[in-house]
């Protein structure tokens, strides 16, 4: 890996020819993970069910919980408020990465057990990238990431990822109230854009 890692500094044309599969790195069904965030300093329990299409932050503020059929955030408080919004450029999430991932190279971490962690650019559109870090448990077929990082118009956002599970404790966790309206901001810009 050592030698792999000096040859993409000189050679990554050639290299690109065995980069993998970004499409074979998903995650699975269902996940939950706990994320710190190093640039918002805030902690979060994330889990994400792709046979729904959405994932849900819980923090001690409240829960966010996004649609990505309907590209809607839910932002539900303490007291059990509702508002909701666009989903934001930052909340892009696919199972999979896209296929015009960019694949930067094979780390590993690890002194004695190594582990090979992928590095990976997702240009999600002209003016936003997501850059993450894989990681495959040797013989398993799911994937997580362990750090992202978001450049996008609206600031950089970097989030580190820990204990991975592949469930959801509790799927009410998905639940919003079925009163939501329009978040202020979000109203605003319906009426100016009407
Ligand atoms: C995250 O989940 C763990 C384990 O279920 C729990 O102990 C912790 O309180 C949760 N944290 C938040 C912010 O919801
Ligand atoms: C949601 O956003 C994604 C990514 O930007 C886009 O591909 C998809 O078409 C959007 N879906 C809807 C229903 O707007
Ligand atoms: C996204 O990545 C590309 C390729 O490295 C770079 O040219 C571009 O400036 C980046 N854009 C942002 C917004 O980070």
Not at 9 to 34: I, N
Not at 121 to 132: A, G, R
Not at 166 to 175: G, L, P, R, Y
Request: glycine letters at 4%; hydrophobic letters at 45%; proline letters at 7%.
């Amino acid at each position: 890996m050592q030698f792999l890692a000096l040859f993409l500094l000189v050679a990554p044309v050639a290299y690109t020819l065995a980069a993998p599969d970004p499409t074979t790195f998903c995650l699975p069904e269902k996940s939950t993970a706990l994320i710190f965030g190093l640039t918002s300093h805030i902690q979060a329990n994330v889990s994400i069910d792709f046979t729904q299409n959405k994932f849900v932050t819980v923090t001690a503020q409240g829960k966010r919980v996004s649609d990505l059929n309907t590209n809607i955030t839910y932002l539900v408080d303490a007291t059990g408020a509702c508002t909701k919004e666009p989903l934001p450029v930052l909340g892009y999430m696919t199972r999979c990465l896209p296929a015009n991932s960019v694949f930067l190279g094979t780390v590993f971490e690890g002194f004695v057990n190594k582990v090979n962690l992928n590095a990976w650019l997702i240009p999600v559109n002209k003016d936003t990238n997501v850059t993450l870090l894989t990681y495959t448990e040797p013989g398993q077929t799911d994937s997580y990431f362990l750090l992202r990082r978001d450049d996008a118009p609206q600031g950089q956002r970097i989030i580190f990822v820990s204990n991975p599970v592949a469930s959801i404790a509790d799927s009410s966790v998905f639940n919003v109230p079925a009163v939501c309206p329009d978040s202020l901001a979000f109203s605003l810009f319906h009426k100016l854009s009407v």
